[in-house]
RNA sequence: ACAGGCAGCCGGAUAGCUGCGCCUAGGAAAGUAAGAUCCAUAGGUGAGGAAAGUCCGGGCUUCAAGGGAACAAGGCACCAGAUAACGUCUGGCUGGAGCAAUCCAAGUGACAGUGCCACAGAAAACAUACCGCCUGAUAACAUCUGUCAUCAGGUAAGGUUGAAAAGGCGGGGUAAGAGCCCACCGCGGAUGGAGCAAUUCGUUCGGCAAGGUAAACCAUGCCCGAAGCAAGACCAAGUUAGGAGAGCUUUGCAAAAAGUUAUACGGAGGGUUCCCACUCUACUCCAGAGGUAGGUCGCGCCGAGCUGUUUAGCGAUAAACAGCCAAGAUGAAUAGCUAUCGCCUGCUUUUGGCAGGUACAAAACCCGGCUUAUAGGCUGCCUGAUUUU
RNA sequence: GGAUGAGUGGCAGAGAGGCUGAAUGCGCGCGACUCGAAAUCGUGUAUACGGGGAGACCCGUAUCGGGGGUUCAAAUCCCUCCUCAUCCG
């Protein structure tokens, strides 16, 4: 399988508005299909911004995204989808195994989302009553 | 020992596995608009003292290129030196802080001119007379060294206000007072010695000259063209509509029309203005179209370069010699894991063990500074009042 | 990466050395009008520390993004740091 980096800020913004998310608390995870269905490889793309912190800072967050992603994605991830992650508050210091176990986590939450696109919706209006208690 | 001051340095170390950027060499395939690209290949190399803030000074690039001058705006400001340059640095002077080592200072000019100094206070810049003090006159009371009121004058000692009130202190002097006079200090002029100079040490004269503010305008001296690597150069692909002005050619008596930007007398344009000399462009201005998902260079093997030694100098620094070539990305390379050791804190306990921590922060064209952030540690020199042994 | 501009009560926004703790508007609190509300009118409204008072409240000091300097005196002038916003082929 092919891993590409994302270069254009184009490319971002597509993944951001037709895709799906899933949050977690060391790293924000964004996947959406390629744009032509024909394109079997696999994109990923990286964002940290001001808020993480100083440059040290969003410079460490970013390689161990991109250190993630060389550890986790041959196994995990699909052909054919855009990935962005996005770098939190503590994902520069947190310990790797939890950084590894949530974007496991939210790689298989998302296939689940995407694969069944029409049910996806339906799940996001039915888990809220989970959280209210009478 | 303790406390303090100054100068300089370090900024965790080692090993293993997986992985990344760039360079060189080698190999492979494909021919692209231009540029490319790929590899279980090999070797090399890969972030700081502040890389930061962008506060100054340069290199470099564009404005066609070069020289000179001026206005405006801005900057600097004790003296001498260092430097490519600086608002930086070094040495000194003066003033201030400290027992001292040492540290701090935008440190020119307020007799060129203009402005401002609220409130309070009698008076705030041509000083002034509110209270007070003193003298005289008049009236009253008292009764003879008086008291009080009013008027006229003298006064800058004392009081009040304020950030600031016209040299300070002591003595003489006087009706009361006053540089009115004298000594010392301060201040100003002249002059001699020391020093390149800022300045300093004397000598002598003057009775004293009239506040503060220039980080208010300003004056004096010196500096300064503007914009910035998203500067800019080249390559590739694609799109578009003209109008006004200027020059030239042709037709025409002229008005005007058509064509054109080859030649260049004049004219125009090429950095705010002006001048000089030389030169360039055919166009200049307005409007319109496309584009802002292209590529290469600029961009780091040669520099105000780095390291070391010697010499000159108090020093900043300079010169000579020897050696070295050390990131170059562009959604942007250093990461993940493991082991051992170092340092710090806490707990338990004294062979040690356990837990946690190990700063500030990362190149983006490149240098010289300044400023700000910074765990912990090392080296050298110096000082000590009434610290301790 | 580079270049500009700004920061003042809860919010917007004047003030550009002294009478400004701070104009003006919005908001908010209290009161009046009303049966009640709106509108209108009146009045008040920043924070911290210290002191006084039984209490309502009063007095003093400091604060105009933070720190330092010039000045008798700074929100204002100068230096420096922080934060925010805008622009670039």
Redesign the pocket.
């Known amino acids: 399988m092919e891993i590409c980096?994302?270069?254009?800020?184009?490319d971002?913004i597509r993944a951001a508005e037709k895709g799906q998310k899933v949050c977690t608390h060391s790293v924000l995870v964004q996947a959406a299909p390629n744009k032509s269905a024909e394109d079997l490889s696999t994109y990923t793309?990286?964002?940290t911004t001001k808020k993480l912190g100083?440059?040290?800072?969003r410079?460490?967050a970013?390689?161990?995204l991109?250190?993630i992603v060389?550890?986790v994605f041959p196994q995990f991830a699909l052909e054919g989808y855009t990935y962005v992650l996005i770098g939190r508050f503590i994902t520069a210091e947190c310990?790797?195994a939890m950084l590894r176990k949530d974007t496991i986590y939210a790689l298989k939450k998302l296939h689940k989302l995407l694969n069944a696109p029409d049910k996806g919706s339906e799940n996001e209006v039915a888990v809220p009553p989970a959280d209210c208690q009478h």
């Open positions: 980096t994302l270069k254009k800020r184009k971002f793309g990286f964002t100083k440059a040290n800072v410079n460490r970013r390689r161990r991109r250190a060389r550890d310990p790797y």
